[in-house]
């Protein structure tokens, strides 16, 4: 059954979240989900900012992912993760070290 790319995100971030609920619970966690002053305590301009590129990098894995070849798919995978580092380097000010560029390569 083909189903959409966004229904099975849906079903990824849905199983997500019950189990980081269950382990939550299982470590006597307290959970305040609907109170947004505790929930998004200590975000600041700079987390959303990551979290929108997060959302935008992991979709366009998930497409890529389900149209390419395995070939293009490592390719692409690659240059994931040097696309993050420059993004990181650029709005953070974090370094770009060779340890990075030799793992990338």
């Given at each position: 059954?083909e189903?959409?790319?966004?229904?099975?995100?849906?079903?990824?971030?849905?199983?997500?979240?019950?189990?980081?609920?269950?382990?939550?619970?299982?470590?006597?966690?307290?959970?305040?989900i609907?109170?947004?002053?505790?929930?998004?305590?200590?975000?600041?301009?700079?987390?959303?900012?990551?979290?929108?590129?997060?959302?935008?990098?992991?979709l366009?894995?998930?497409?890529?992912?389900?149209?390419?070849?395995?070939?293009?798919k490592?390719?692409?995978?690659?240059?994931?993760?040097?696309?993050?580092?420059?993004?990181?380097?650029?709005?953070?000010g974090?370094?770009?070290?060779?340890?990075?560029?030799?793992?990338?390569?």
């Amino acid at each position: 059954i083909e189903q959409s790319i966004h229904i099975q995100n849906l079903y990824l971030y849905t199983f997500n979240f019950i189990t980081n609920l269950i382990a939550a619970v299982a470590t006597g966690e307290e959970i305040y989900i609907w109170r947004t002053s505790t929930f998004f305590k200590g975000y600041t301009i700079d987390t959303l900012v990551v979290i929108i590129i997060f959302v935008a990098v992991g979709l366009s894995t998930s497409l890529l992912l389900k149209y390419l070849s395995a070939i293009l798919k490592e390719f692409a995978s690659a240059l994931e993760m040097v696309t993050v580092a420059l993004i990181g380097h650029y709005l953070f000010g974090s370094a770009v070290e060779l340890r990075l560029e030799l793992f990338v390569s």
